[in-house]
Structures are given as C-alpha cells and as structure tokens.
C-alpha cells in the first residue's frame, strides 16, 4: 500500500491525538447547557423538568395575551380579538389588525407567508371552531376554514407534511377528551387519524388543556395554559394498543419561559416565540440543547483513526 506524504503526516497527527486523549487530563469545561440542566426553575408541573429553552428577549405589547408567532421581519402578539404587529427590530407597534365576529384567536402558525390562527367561541357551548387567516401583506383577518362539528375548542393548528394537525381542546373534569386530529388529503374536511395526550400529561395540565403546539422534526412540542413548561411528545408506534384513539407518547418535558399559551417558531433564530401574558410581553427564546431526535452520537477518536486509514489504502 502506497501513502501519500500528506495521508501519512495526518495519520501521525490523529494518533497523537488519540494518544493524549488516553493519558490522565483536566476534566472538560461543563458545557453551558449542562450549567443551565442543573438549576431548573420551579415550574409547577408534577413531572420531572429538565432544562429545555431560555429567554434571550422581551418586547412589550398589550396584544399578547393568547399566544405570538414571528416572520424575519415582525413578531405578532395574538390576544382574543386582535393581532398586532410589532418590528422586531425595535419592537415598535406597526399595525393591528381585527374582524367583526372574531371572539377568542389562539395560536398562530405561518405558513407560505400567512399566518393561520385558531378561532374558537369559548366559552360558550356548543364548541364553534374554524381557523382565521390573516395576511400581513394587506392587513387582513378572514375566515379560511369553519368546522361544521367540532370535537372540541381548536387551540391550534399546524401544517406538516403536507396535511392539517388541529388540536382541540376541553377543560376541567373533560380534558381527557382534548384531541389532536390530522386531516387527510392537504385538506380539512376528512379526518385521517386522531390522538389523545397521555394520561400523565393529562394530569398536569392541571384541569386546562395544551394551548399551543409546533412541530420539531419528528416530534411535538405542546405548551401548557400557564405552567412554563413544553411536553415533547411522538407518534406512537404501530404496535401501540389499548383504549382509542392511540395516545401520543411522552419523549419529556422541558422548562421554558413561557407561562403557557400559544407557541410558535422563530425563523431568525431558529428558536421559539411565546408570551407571557402576566406582563403583555413577546417573549423570545432559544434552545438549551438539540432535541433527543436530532442529538448525533459523538464519534471516538478511534473511528476517526480507521476512517482515516481506509481513506489512504
């Protein structure tokens, strides 16, 4: 086998680094995420927290007393009757904007440049639920779909994968019946699958139900109506048996500086937008760590040697 005077000078460096790493070191730096994981805040839930999202801004508004989304451009803050539009630049009020007959907007979600909000009449009964699209380029609130019979209040809904995810909530001692329901087609007027929460999740929503929701990768991030905290959940498998409909799987829960309320994803930053509606504020924040779905395994020094022979055979 012929070595290239470069292949064979690389082969030297990383066996020396394989070798120091064997001998007696300093212990590394704890990593900031890992700081963050051992002084998790008092959130109230009755489940085990770790540490999941910190705040790195605020932006006052009255509006924000449902839920925010962002754009690169705006955060929106979302209360009963009204979106208002901030720059997020300066957080200055550009516009609000309403419509006759809007009663109770929840989450918002942006998709192909429009931002779909969930509308319900709670808390009246019987449930009346459609989503409201509202169009930042001219300032317009309208309704995009009406549900002609509701499984319960929509909080929110998502477009993933090419089809409709709509939660619909209940309160008090009927929370269990809270659903997520995917529609079929890219549409929303045949249903395709329903899920319930888990039973723990259940009970820590402490007699409400989960106020927002965004997709992350393969899983779901819920927020809780006024805990700060985010339950990371997943489809459950094929296998999964028992009562139906199927309910989704608990992957953890995380502490964030969201008391509760809608949720949404920044595309700046790649983090999350809420509010906290104690204050009327925006609240933005980031991600302490890569959730369990995207986290890589490290590769040993080991593997890096063998890749690295093969490479000069």
């Not at 070798?19 to 070191?25: H, I, K, L, W």
């Not at 208002?84 to 918002?108: F, I």
């Not at 009406?146 to 008090?172: I, M, T």
Request: aromatic share 8%; glycine share 8%; hydrophobic share 40%.
């Amino acid at each position: 086998m012929l070595m290239t005077s470069t292949a064979l000078m690389n082969l030297v460096l990383l066996a020396a680094c394989c070798q120091v790493a064997a001998s007696p070191t300093e212990p590394p730096a704890v990593e900031p995420a890992r700081k963050a994981a051992a002084a998790v805040p008092e959130t109230g839930s009755r489940l085990e927290v770790v540490a999941g999202f910190v705040e790195t801004r605020r932006m006052p508004s009255p509006q924000a007393t449902q839920a925010a989304a962002a754009d690169t451009r705006h955060c929106y803050a979302i209360s009963n009757t009204t979106i208002a539009t901030h720059d997020r630049r300066t957080g200055r009020l550009v516009a609000t904007a309403t419509a006759p007959g809007t009663q109770h907007l929840n989450s918002g979600f942006f998709h192909e440049g429009k931002l779909y909000c969930a509308h319900s009449n709670y808390p009246a009964m019987p449930h009346e639920s459609d989503i409201r699209v509202f169009d930042p380029a001219t300032g317009s609130l309208q309704v995009f779909h009406r549900f002609p019979d509701p499984p319960g209040s929509l909080v929110w809904c998502l477009h993933h994968e090419g089809n409709w995810w709509c939660c619909f909530a209940w309160y008090g001692e009927d929370n269990a019946r809270s659903l997520l329901v995917e529609y079929a087609d890219g549409g929303l007027d045949r249903e395709r699958r329903r899920f319930r929460f888990p039973d723990e999740v259940v009970a820590d929503f402490d007699g409400m139900s989960a106020s927002g929701g965004i997709w992350q990768g393969e899983t779901l991030l819920a927020s809780h109506h006024h805990f700060p905290v985010l339950y990371r959940l997943a489809l459950p498998g094929p296998e999964a048996g028992g009562r139906e409909p199927p309910a989704l799987d608990l992957v953890e829960t995380l502490a964030c500086p969201f008391p509760g309320q809608g949720i949404a994803s920044d595309p700046v930053t790649g983090g999350l937008v809420g509010i906290d509606r104690t204050t009327r504020e925006i609240v933005l924040a980031r991600p302490l760590r890569q959730p369990p779905c995207c986290e890589a395994a490290p590769r040993s020094r080991r593997a890096l040697l063998e890749e690295a022979l093969e490479e000069a055979r």
